[in-house]
Structures are given as structure tokens and as C-alpha cells.
């Protein structure tokens, strides 16, 4: 069973405009994270946000963390074709070595 | 620094064949991960390894199973092949002690589609 949810499932932006996508998870964490993936190929880690952070930046990346709601944002910011992609976020929730992931979220960036 | 290496790429089998698959972590990295990804079940845990130990084992029939030599290098094999193991199969490796906290970096993945 996976332990986030995500959404929205798919999203379509116009290149240039913001990109927001929602993880909801079930139990308490020690850190989330989120990972890049294209076409069905690897994933590619984005950024790490532990349980007393509440916010965290990576270039045009934004993640927020709100532990007493059990969810997390990504924000993608000025959008690239680039950018299409399928994104996930995964928790983990002790020493048991494995990353929970969530659905994952597909987003579209049209030119 | 050479990636996550993942062989071979592509695979076909026949149901009730056997497969092994391969997976090269980055050179340093002790702790090898194994997840499932099909578009039923999305992104499964299946096993992780350190030092070739196996720490913990997703929920998965014993027909899957892994090791990791010496090298840190690891092989999952799943015997029996049903239609349903169908899917692509992703490595990730980590550093230090592999635990919570760190980066993992995944190969490219070997997609196996069984018929």
C-alpha cells in the first residue's frame, strides 16, 4: 500500500506559469522527498525536507511541509517544457530503509 | 562519478521462466534498493541491502528475491514469472549508512514485460 497521495493526478500549464502539486500522507514521518521522473525512465531526486522544517527552496523549486495537516507542497515556479515530467513524493518513516511513494503527479508543460 | 547502472534494459519472458536482473551502485555506496513500478500499484518497496545484508523486505511473494556481493553490486531474481511481474524494475543506491535522511539515486530501470 503506498503511504502519500498525491495531487492533482495530471496538470497542464502554459511554459512560464507556476506549477503546484499536493502529497497527503498517513502516518507521522522523519522526512519526505520528492523525485523527478521522465517517461518511465529513473528517478531523479529534487529536494529532502525533514519533519521540523517547514520550508524549503531549491531554485525554482518550493516545498513546504505541514506535519500537524500531513501533507507537502511543490511549487514549480516559471515552468519549462523541460519540466514535463511525473512527479512523486516519498516518506520514509524510520530506520526501515525504504521510501514510501505516493501516486505521483504527471504535469504537462505546453510551449 | 559513474550513475546507478542497471542491466539489461529491456527484457521479454515467457510466463514461468525465471529472470535475474543486475544493478551497479555508484562506486562508495553500500546500500542497493529494489521498488516495482507498474501503473496498477505504482512505486513498490521490494527490498534493501547493505554490506549484503538484507534490512528490510516489502510486501512481495517469495518468488522475488535478491543478494548483494561483496562489491556492493546486486542481482534481484523472481522465479515463476506471472503476467502480473510484468513492470519496470528501479535500483536506487545511497551512501553513507543508507538510512533515513539520504539521497537515493536510481538507475535507469529494466523494463520486463512477461508473456
Known amino acids: 500500500s503506498q503511504q502519500g497521495e498525491e495531487d492533482p493526478q495530471a496538470l497542464s500549464i502554459q511554459e512560464g506559469e507556476n506549477a503546484t502539486m499536493n502529497c497527503s500522507y498517513k502516518?507521522?514521518?522523519?522526512?519526505l522527498q520528492w523525485y523527478r521522473q521522465n517517461s518511465g525512465r529513473g528517478l531523479v531526486h529534487l529536494i529532502l525536507?525533514?519533519?521540523?522544517?517547514r520550508e524549503k527552496h531549491s531554485g525554482r523549486l518550493r516545498v513546504t511541509l505541514d506535519t500537524s495537516k500531513k501533507s507537502s507542497s511543490l511549487l514549480i515556479t516559471a515552468s519549462r517544457a523541460a519540466d514535463t515530467a511525473s512527479y512523486f513524493c516519498?516518506?520514509?518513516?524510520?530506520?526501515?530503509?525504504?521510501?514510501?511513494f505516493g501516486a505521483g503527479t504527471t504535469v504537462t508543460v505546453r510551449a | 562519478k559513474a550513475g546507478v547502472t542497471q542491466t539489461p534494459r529491456y527484457l521479454i519472458k515467457t510466463r514461468g521462466q525465471q529472470v535475474t536482473l543486475s544493478c551497479s551502485p555508484i562506486s562508495g555506496h553500500r546500500s542497493v534498493s529494489w521498488y516495482q513500478q507498474t501503473p496498477g500499484q505504482g512505486l513498490q518497496f521490494l527490498f534493501e541491502?547493505?554490506?549484503?545484508?538484507?534490512?528490510n523486505k516489502g510486501n512481495f511473494p517469495g518468488r522475488f528475491s535478491g543478494r548483494q556481493f561483496s562489491n556492493s553490486r546486486s542481482e534481484m531474481n523472481v522465479s515463476t514469472l506471472e503476467l502480473g511481474d510484468s513492470a519496470l524494475y528501479l535500483c536506487?543506491?545511497?551512501?553513507?549508512?543508507?538510512?533515513?535522511?539520504?539521497?537515493?539515486?536510481f538507475g535507469q530501470g529494466t523494463r520486463l514485460t512477461v508473456v
Open positions: 536506487a543506491s545511497r551512501s553513507g549508512q543508507g538510512g533515513e535522511g539520504t539521497e537515493a539515486f
Open positions: 525536507i525533514r519533519s521540523n522544517e
Open positions: 502516518t507521522s514521518i522523519n522526512n
Open positions: 541491502y547493505f554490506s549484503e545484508t538484507q534490512r
Open positions: 516519498a516518506t520514509e518513516t524510520g530506520t526501515d530503509y525504504k521510501l514510501s
